[in-house]
């Protein structure tokens, strides 16, 4: 789940990065597809992702690819 950040037009952290302090924020859709950026320096660069490749990340975490160990 995600949960907008206040005051952050638009950017979204994962609920379960509440206590962490490692934590990036997306936003979507812009035009290149998504926009990617740490949450602690909301001013500094931002990567963007196309739909494609966004898709493709998202589906490698979720089949446990990118697991550590």
């Given amino acids: 789940m995600?949960?907008?950040e206040s005051g952050a037009r638009g950017w979204y952290k994962s609920s379960y990065s509440a206590?962490?302090?490692e934590c990036v924020e997306v936003r979507r859709p812009?035009?290149?597809?998504t926009?990617?950026?740490?949450?602690?320096?909301p001013s500094g660069p931002t990567l963007r992702f196309t739909a494609e490749a966004?898709?493709?990340f998202?589906?490698?975490v979720k089949a446990g690819?990118?697991?550590d160990g």
């Fill in 65 to 67: 690819e990118l697991a």
């Fill in 54 to 56: 966004w898709a493709a």
């Fill in 2 to 4: 995600t949960v907008p």
């Fill in 58 to 60: 998202v589906g490698s």
């Fill in 19 to 21: 206590q962490a302090n």
């Fill in 35 to 41: 926009a990617v950026r740490d949450s602690k320096d």
């Fill in 30 to 33: 812009v035009p290149s597809g």
